[in-house]
């Protein structure tokens, strides 16, 4: 069943945090923010340290937008900050500063909709949740493809868009791009000046 349209399910679990660990992480702290809450299937594998990478790398251009990355695996906040102490080159995620999230209990996967019961790992989601703390885009991968970053980030400039100026986002639309407003005048309006 899909959260798009609905409160984004609330936790508190621990955390860690640029190598510090938050006891009480809860993402109630950033409503008045957009949050970029993605799942991976465990610590130390393959495709999920590009996938972290990925993220690090456009973080900025994220907060640019007012938007919060935070990470969630079902992995111990230990393993995490292992993780984080191992080197890119070792298949680690040290220099990742945003934080990620200990799901050990696996709850905040179930409550998501993304936990692979017979692997016992979440599947890759993508949650882009707006300041109000209301699911706006979801995206699930199976275990072995990796998300696009540019695609999250495409996503969050045409939520913004849309709550800015109150037009809707056609196929493959890029922030600066033509929008539309949402009627068959806009649509029409649309193809004709393509």
């Given at each position: ?25 809860s ?6 923010k957009y949050v ?13 340290p ?9 973080l ?7 938007a ?5 695996s ?6 995490h ?8 080159m070792?298949?680690?995620i040290?220099?990742?500063?945003y ?12 409550s ?26 979801e995206?699930?991968?199976d275990?072995f493809?990796g ?5 999250a ?13 109150g037009?809707?986002?056609p196929?493959n639309?890029?922030?600066?791009e ?7 005048d ?9």
């Amino acid at each position: 069943m899909s959260l798009v349209g609905k409160k984004a399910p609330q936790f508190t679990a621990k955390a860690v945090i640029k190598n510090k660990f938050d006891e009480n992480f809860s993402l109630s702290k950033y409503l008045g923010k957009y949050v970029v809450f993605f799942f991976y299937p465990l610590d130390f594998t393959f495709v999920c340290p590009t996938e972290l990478h990925a993220f690090q790398e456009k973080l900025q251009s994220f907060k640019e937008k007012n938007a919060e990355v935070v990470g969630c695996s079902i992995d111990s906040i230990y393993s995490h900050f292992a993780w984080l102490e191992t080197p890119k080159m070792k298949g680690g995620i040290q220099g990742v500063e945003y934080p990620i999230v200990s799901d050990i209990t696996k709850e905040i996967s179930e409550s998501f909709g993304v936990l692979n019961e017979e692997e016992g790992v979440a599947y890759r989601g993508l949650f882009i949740i707006d300041k109000e703390g209301i699911v706006r885009h979801e995206l699930i991968n199976d275990l072995f493809l990796g998300r696009s970053v540019d695609e999250a980030l495409r996503v969050l400039d045409g939520i913004i868009c849309y709550e800015t100026n109150g037009e809707v986002c056609p196929a493959n639309w890029h922030f600066g791009e033509k929008t539309m407003k949402p009627s068959h005048d806009g649509v029409a309006q649309y193809f004709e000046n393509e």
